[in-house]
């Protein structure tokens, strides 16, 4: 990281932690037993959340995202940082020759991504594992995923490193994540739904007031989108990116060349 990526990183810190059930933002955060505490608490209403305060545009996102990750016909791919699984369930139903595999260091997040495959009639292979240390040696994937997790890394540049190793070469990582909103009209707007009513719903229907703050705090914080390439680009990536609804979502492709 250059010392300008720090100086970013730390100018959109939190100044004081006001309660300590809610994860640290930014890269290079001590947040990694706090995110996984918030997660497991909100598991079993995270799906209801989803579509409710993104108005199910999240579907469209995933499916955008998916093209992207399934381009060039993946033998395995592993989605990282899966949650409940929705994006390795539309890779699965897309790609049905693909084998899916999907990661989360959150069990309960997991279980209910397992019994909705199962559901489904989709065989994935839903797995345990930090994503600063996946479990699985070097160049074992064609394609590998992450929607809207690397946000909450406690590292970025050792999440990049390690996509990097467990990729193929050629292999394809596509990061599918909530830039923060962009200056003028629309971002301002977009900014105010974040920061004042999407943290208001968040805490009704999850009754964790906490992970809904955290959300656009983690969102102000995250790297811009020219910003996220040259991290990606400096692991060594081919990338380029595109704007999902006016900027609201963003996806990062990256070739390991
Ligand atoms: C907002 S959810 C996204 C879930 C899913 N990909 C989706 O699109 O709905 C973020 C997920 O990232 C996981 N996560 C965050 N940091 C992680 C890490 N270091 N290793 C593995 N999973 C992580 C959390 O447990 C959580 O399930």
Redesign the pocket.
Known sequence: MTPADSDFAAARLRPNRPNTEIPLVGDKQDK?AD??RM?ADIAPR?DLL?RVLSLGV?KSW?RAAASEALLLRPARLL?????????ALELKRRSPHTEVIA????PQ?LEIGRKKAGSQHLEIHFEE????HLPYPDASFESLT????FR???DYQR?LAEFWRVLKPGGRLVI?EFPPPAEGLFGSAFRFYFQHILPRIGAVVSGNGGAYTYLPESVLAFPDPPHLARLMHATGFRVHYRLLSGGIAAIHVGTKS
């Not at 989605?79 to 994006?87: E, H, I, L, P, R």
């Open positions: 990694a995110v996984q997660f995270y989803n999240d995933r989605d990282v940082a899966t949650g409940t699984g929705d994006f990661s989360d260091f959150v997040m594992g930090d994503a600063l992450c929607a809207f997790g909450n890394f406690a999440g599918l």
